[in-house]
T-cell receptor, first 111, second 120 residues
Framework: DAKTTQPPSMDCAEGRAANLPCNHS???????VYWYRQIHSQGPQYIIH???NNETNEMASLIITEDRKSSTLILPHATLRDTAVYYC????????????FGAGTQVVVTP | GAVVSQHPSWVICKSGTSVKIECRSL??????MFWYRQFPKQSLMLMAT?????????EQGVEKDKFLINHASLTLSTLTVTSAHPEDSSFYIC????????????????FGPGTRLTVL
């Protein structure tokens, strides 16, 4: 099963872009990269996912390297409400679609 | 769309009692539901996976007789913590998924808001 490595914490100034890195060097060809975040004492919230192409939605952009061994989640204009733990997850290759959460990155957005 | 609810949002019970937590998909039919547990300052840990009408599949180390899962319909799954003890105090989170077509991953997961269980 592909595992991910993320920095434990990151600070970001309000209004600036937040770039969250994730390494997944053992990812296999048909595994997707998913990003979720968890605000304190709430359930995780889906952000974005991708296979090989860069993706963008109303919340964030996902940049996946050509070799797919790493990716970056970009929050273009961080707000205080973006303070959360961000999880980069590689979808397990089985029919259940289980998500295995790692430690994630604690992002703190400061005024 | 894709809203998942949990009830109750928090519960306090005495040691030795059983507690039932409900997970509902409000606006879609969930082919699969998942149950997670999260201790303070730790990540989510997957406990079990369940499909409607069949027995749940438990992760290694999770006692199936202690954590009873019933997935009676495509919109409801329940987790019963039997004979709860203080070490079962935790944040329990469910998620529900459905098949979303070829463009997406095989299925998408949407999470409930969680249930805080405190066993005295």
């Amino acid at each position: 099963d592909a595992k991910t490595t993320q920095p434990p914490s990151m600070d970001c100034a309000e209004g600036r872009a937040a770039n969250l890195p994730c390494n997944h060097s053992t990812i296999s060809g048909n595994e997707y990269v998913y990003w979720y975040r968890q605000i304190h004492s709430q359930g995780p919230q889906y952000i974005i996912h991708g296979l090989k192409n860069n993706e963008t939605n109303e919340m964030a952009s996902l940049i996946i390297t050509e070799d797919r061994k790493s990716s970056t989640l970009i929050l273009p204009h961080a707000t205080l409400r973006d303070t959360a733990v961000y999880y980069c997850i590689v979808r397990l290759e089985d029919s259940w679609g289980k998500l295995q959460f790692g430690a994630g990155t604690q992002v703190v957005v400061t005024p | 769309g894709a809203v998942v609810s949990q009830h109750p949002s928090w519960v306090i019970c005495k040691s030795g009692t059983s507690v039932k937590i409900e997970c509902r998909s409000l606006d879609f039919q969930a082919t699969t539901m998942f149950w997670y547990r999260q201790f303070p300052k730790q990540s989510l840990m997957l406990m079990a996976t369940s499909n409607e009408g069949s027995k749940a599949t438990y992760e290694q180390g999770v006692e199936k007789d202690k954590f009873l899962i019933n997935h009676a319909s495509l919109t409801l799954s329940t987790l019963t913590v039997t004979s709860a003890h203080p070490e079962d105090s935790s944040f329990y989170i469910c998620s529900a998924s459905y098949l979303a077509g070829e463009h997406y991953g095989r299925n998408e997961q949407f999470f409930g808001p969680g249930t805080r269980l405190t066993v005295l």
